[in-house]
Each structure stands twice: as C-alpha cells, then as structure tokens.
C-alpha cells in the first residue's frame, strides 16, 4: 500500500462513540464528506417481482424496528427535499409505490437522520433502496444500502448479523459486504474532494461503494457481470449463482480459516471474516489476516473490469488504476 498522507489521523484507537464525533473530514470549506461508520450493500436481482418487493418491505420494516428512533426524515423519488417522518407511520408515498402493480415501476426509498437542516453530511444512520423496474435495461441490479452508527452497531453485534443474514434471504442476496467503511453521500463520490482516499489507503480494513458506478460499469453495453461480487469485507454475501461458480458452499466453507463462520440464508450464504470488523493499518503492514482469505475466495469472480474508477483521487494519480490497487488490497 502506498501514496499515504503522512497527516492520516489516528483512528483505529477510538471508541464507538468518538468513532462517531470525530472519525469524519471535511473539505477545504468545512463541510463534511465522509465518517466512518458500518457500511452494508446488497445487491439482488428481479427487483421487479413481487416476492422481491415484498421482501425489501420486510427488511425496510425491520430496520426500522431497528433503528427508527435515529430516523428523522425520509425522501421522495426525484426529489431533493427531505420530507419529515413519523416513527408511527410508513410514508404513504413508499406504501403507494410497493403495492403498485404495474412492474415497469421502480422502487426507491431512503430514510435518513438528518441532524443539520443546512447541510448534506454523510448521515450515521440511513437506509437507501432501488428495485428496478421489470425492463431496466441500463442496470437489472436492485440494492440495499445502509449505514449503521457504531454505538448501536458494538453494542448489538450478533443482533446485527443475525438480522442482516435474514435480510440477504428476503432478497436472495446475489452479494455484498458489510464492515467499517467509509459513509459518502450515494454519487458523490467521484465528486468531492479525494479526502477519503488517504482514509482507504491507511486503513486496508475500511469498505467503500461507490453503488452508482459500479452498477454502471457492471452493465455497460449490455454486461452480465453485474451477478458478480463487488468486493469482499468482514462479512461478504454470495448467492447460489456465485457460490456454484465458486465450487459450491461445501467448497467454499472447506476453504475458511478458523476463526471464520459461513452462515447460510436463502438463496445464498454469508462469510463472517472474525468475530468484530476490522480496521488494519497499511502503516504498520497490519493487513486483517482473514479479510485476506475472503478476498482470495472472490477473486476468481470478482468484477473488475472497470472502464473508469470508483473513487478519487491526488493528481497525478490515475484513478481508475488507483481503484483497481484498492480492490485487490487484500490479494
């Protein structure tokens, strides 16, 4: 791992708490564009369907059971207002469109806590959705993605994967990761200033998803291989699909160093990297050792045939290469 800022903070000592207040940079104006927190994708498949609408309900409903009460504001589809919620009621505009019939309607929600009125920092605590449309013919992909504040997440570790794993068998999660990673505002990414690229560099541990460019990438020209895993993190989701390309569970599971869980859900299964997730420090050459046997389960499928990058990064750098060097951090 190269190209460290030297002036990387310190933060792989915090606690949950001050991960939250002061694991966050901001750009030459003060305004914040990145925090840590845990960071959670899954992607799916036939998002159209209605066993799939229905289990994207499910997951919104339980996430809200969750972590409704950090919930202040919900958004509608193209629409830059945040509109406010009310833990006791679903917002009517998201009921409307998840019993719609008609499938040549996608789906989108996005719930967040928004503490401050005058600005767009990354939130702690959010929930955004997209369930294509029957004919998407641009991204077939449907995703989940989520940030889960750190002090609810250390203190509910077990509930937290015991709920994630059901919420990947609602959808039949085709994959996805979830770890300590780094919070952006969805299509921001290649916008903003390349802060968080020093983040990345020092802390190998730290997952990032750019969603909107890998789901382009994936599907440019008609591809296919938006069906393959993305990434991999203290825990990486395969589907079925995935795991048959990979030998199969039984093969899969065979390849797990101790320490490691493999925990099934319908439609696919679950690698759980370790007991907590991990921050390495590519300062120290500390590289988490089982988030390397993950990355070499992956690698044989793993997308990389990135046209452009997925972060930015220090001229005179060439960001889709620098990408490429993060994803494969872990080979």
Known sequence: MTNIDPDTPEFISLSPKEI????VWRDRHG??????????????????LRTKRDGLLRITSEFLHLLGKRITHYQKENSRQLTRWSESEF????????YETNRKTSF????????????????????????????????PLSTVHLHIPPTWFYENVELFVEALTRWCG???????????GVLSNSGSELQVEPSHYFLLKRYPGLEFDAV?????????GGRTVYRRPRSSNWLTMLGDENLALLGGPH?????????????????????????????????????????????SIIKPIRFEDYKYGFMNVPDPLDYTEESLKWLRRFD
């Not at 917002?91 to 998840?98: E, G, H, I, T, V």
């Open 108 to 139: 989108y929600m996005n719930f967040v806590e928004h503490t401050d009125p005058m600005n767009e920092d990354p939130e702690l605590c959010s929930f955004m959705s997209f369930a294509s449309d029957e004919n998407a013919p641009w991204s």
């Open 170 to 180: 609602y959808v039949e999660c085709q994959h996805g990761s979830a770890g300590l």
């Open 251 to 295: 093969e899969v599971a065979r390849r797990l160093a101790p320490g490691m869980d493999f925990l099934g859900y319908t439609g696919g299964a679950m690698i759980r990297a370790g007991e907590l997730p991990q921050w390495g420090d590519a300062k120290k050459g500390i590289v988490p050792d089982l988030y390397r046997v993950s990355a």
């Open 91 to 98: 917002p009517k505009p998201y009921r409307d469109l998840a």
């Open 212 to 220: 909107g460019s890998y789901r382009s990438e994936s599907t440019f």
């Open 20 to 23: 939250e207040t002061k694991a």
């Open 31 to 48: 305004n914040i564009v990145g925090r840590i927190g845990i960071l959670v994708s899954i992607y799916y498949i036939e998002g159209h």
